[in-house]
DNA sequence: AAATGCGCTTGACAAAAATCAAGAATTTTC
DNA sequence: GAAAATTCTTGATTTTTGTCAAGCGCATTT
């Protein structure tokens, strides 16, 4: 599997340590629809995706609003609840059959104390995915939704092979009537 | 000063600890317009804001994008460049006459070996700016632009006082003219 | 006090994007 | 493989937002 490999790239590990952690990981499947976790409800629970799609939504007052997909090499879970066992902010849900492999906030925790890099590890990982959100932000303020769309096609391919794209114009910040005006403009 | 209360409220450290951290920031005054840190250089400073407003901003092909403003009890730096040693992605610049209070990155490593609790406070700092970043996002997709507008007034009457309302409209992602508008409409 | 610069507002117009509604295409279910 | 359900597309229209341009208000300078 390839949860080593990644981990291998955020986290210059001693072999020893390396394989403990991966102990801690254990293999699931998810069947189309099933939700790895739900707005309100804890989520004590840290993903690695083998394989398939989810995404990360929740509900407004008028509608659903899908805030990501992640696909094949991403991690899942709820910060707010993992992190500050806070009720979950965000509903997971799997949009195709998906294996994961899963480590349990307890063990995950026990980490810190065992394995002396892992907290900086933890925390140069947190930076990246602050940089990204930056990035994110960014890119609503200062681009048009065709230059979102455009940017997004390039590096996410495989996502439209297999995602709704109602959803990913959600992620995109556009509505799914747009979505599909920017594709057959583009593909013209 | 605030910064010790700041850092009492993301850290719950000994006061030992919490002194030899403070001791290792230094109080800093920049002018209006004067550069904390600008895109493409190195950045081994992460500061506090005791007084004064800061933007964080970068040049697109065609225009400048203020992407954040900071004032009184944010911490400023470039991640990039701060964490990771990359060049800068951002500029920062006081947008006042401004006071904070600056640890060297030298010093900032340090309190990862002398600190035995200071990689954890770390993360769960970096956890809790990520999910701000989430809602940031999540407001951007979901939320008009005056919706835009109302949240971050209400919840930040003081920039309106001290920051050009080009830079924030800016921030919400919308133009100046835009603004001007809602502002406008909001207050007939 | 006139001149300058800067930021803000306003109007007119154009462009982008949302909404609503209908129908086509695709996938799922039985 | 037919029916049902879901997803996608397209058209018509409205709303939202951006752009360009002019002018105002205000502070600073000279």
């Given at each position: 599997?390839?949860?080593?490999?990644?981990?291998?790239?955020?986290?210059?590990?001693?072999?020893?340590?390396?394989?403990?952690?991966?102990?801690?990981?254990?293999?699931?499947?998810?069947?189309?629809?099933?939700?790895?976790?739900?707005?309100?409800?804890?989520?004590?629970?840290?993903?690695?995706?083998?394989s398939?799609?989810?995404?990360?939504?929740?509900?407004?007052?008028?509608?659903?609003?899908?805030?990501?997909?992640?696909?094949?090499?991403?991690f899942?879970?709820?910060?707010?609840?993992f992190?500050?066992n806070?009720?979950?902010?965000?509903?997971?849900?799997?949009?195709?059959?998906?294996?994961?492999?899963?480590?349990?906030?307890?063990?995950?925790?026990?980490?810190?104390q065992?394995?002396?890099?892992?907290?900086?590890?933890?925390?140069?990982?947190?930076?990246?995915?602050?940089?990204?959100?930056?990035?994110?932000?960014?890119?609503?303020?200062?681009?048009?939704?065709?230059?979102?769309?455009?940017?997004?096609?390039?590096?996410?391919?495989?996502?439209?092979?297999?995602?709704?794209?109602?959803?990913?114009?959600?992620?995109?910040?556009?509505?799914?009537?747009?979505?599909?005006?920017?594709?057959?403009?583009v593909?013209?």
């Open positions: 599997m390839d949860l080593k490999l990644q981990l291998l790239g955020l986290f210059s590990a001693e072999q020893d340590d390396l394989n403990r952690i991966l102990s801690k990981f254990q293999k699931q499947t998810l069947v189309k629809n099933q939700f790895y976790t739900q707005v309100g409800k804890p989520c004590q629970t840290f993903s690695y995706i083998e398939g799609y989810f995404r990360v939504f929740c509900h407004t007052e008028s509608r659903e609003v899908t805030q990501w997909i992640a696909g094949k090499g991403y899942i879970t709820d910060l707010a609840s992190i500050f806070q009720p979950n902010r965000w509903s997971i849900q799997a949009l195709t059959d998906a294996t994961i492999y899963t480590v349990q906030q307890s063990d995950y925790q026990l980490f810190e065992e394995i002396p890099s892992w907290s900086i590890m933890e925390k140069r990982f947190m930076a990246k995915c602050f940089m990204q959100m930056e990035s994110r932000i960014f890119k609503f303020i200062s681009t048009s939704a065709e230059e979102r769309y455009q940017e997004y096609f390039e590096n996410n391919k495989d996502v439209f092979q297999q995602v709704p794209l109602q959803y990913i114009a959600s992620v995109l910040g556009m509505s799914a009537e747009t979505l599909s005006r920017i594709r057959a403009k593909n013209s």
